[in-house]
């Protein structure tokens, strides 16, 4: 999962009090161990645990193995914030090289925005948090109907 500037700041506001990159996706973390996801429609996902709703769009990441994605990665040289979203969850800001030193051999989703300076990779497809609210009398409900 990939974060917005909004999302970051509504997580610290509301899970995890501390702005510091680590303490922000273990927040979400937890949150997410609680939740129900609710498929809206093919492009955007809310986990809720029916107190709050994390809102969700889905990027477009390319399935790639990792000698790929260091091909990729090989001519950037400026800090990134990289997510891992496998087996072991962490997030970094970091050179993409040195970040893929500590990632598995194997083949993920990958995600590179270079503009906003962000990698991801993962074995789900990468989604993008665009905020934390309160839930809605729907999601509180059960089944998500009605969004």
Not at 6 to 15: P, Q, S
Not at 82 to 92: H, N, P
Request: hydrophobic share 35%; charged share 30%; with cysteine.
């Amino acid at each position: 999962m990939l974060l917005t500037h909004h999302a970051k700041e509504r997580i610290v506001k509301r899970l995890a009090k501390s702005r510091k990159l680590e303490h922000i996706y273990s927040s979400l973390l937890s949150f997410l161990k609680n939740t129900e996801k609710i498929e809206i429609n093919e492009k955007v996902v809310i986990f809720s645990d029916k107190r709050k709703s994390l809102v969700c769009v889905k990027l477009e990441g390319e399935f790639l193995g990792l000698e790929e994605i260091k091909m990729r990665v090989s001519k950037i040289n400026e800090s990134y914030e990289c997510i891992f979203w496998g087996k072991e969850r962490f997030a970094k800001i970091t050179t993409p090289r040195k970040f893929l030193e500590s990632v598995l051999d194997g083949s993920y989703y990958c995600y590179i925005n270079k503009e906003k300076k962000v990698l991801y990779l993962g074995k789900n497809q990468p989604l993008l948090v665009i905020t934390l609210r309160p839930a809605k009398k729907s999601e509180r409900s059960g089944a998500g109907a009605g969004i």
